[in-house]
């Protein structure tokens, strides 16, 4: 399951891209987040990882600033 901060995170960006731009580039997105509170986004293929780099990832930064609990935390993006 998700933690509250992931559904928040994923709620957010939602909110702020739009349904069709959610659903076009992270219907297929897991996030994950560990005890070094560092966000994993994990994408299918190398286009979406750069795609999401190029595009979202700002917003994405800004989002989990806000919701992340205590502690120094980065983002890093993967292909699964």
């Known amino acids: 399951g998700c933690s509250e ?3 928040s995170i994923k709620t ?3 909110n702020q891209i739009g349904r069709s731009s959610y ?3 992270f219907r297929q997105v897991e996030f994950c987040k560990n005890a070094q509170n560092t966000l994993t986004i994990k994408v299918p293929t190398k286009f979406m990882k750069s795609y999401i780099e190029q595009n979202y990832l700002e917003k994405i930064k800004q ?3 806000k919701v992340k609990s205590l ?3 980065g983002i890093e993006i993967c292909c699964a």
């Open 63 to 65: 989002i989990y600033e």
């Open 71 to 73: 502690g120094e935390g």
């Open 23 to 25: 659903i076009s580039w």
């Open 12 to 14: 957010r960006l939602l």
């Open 5 to 7: 901060e992931i559904i």
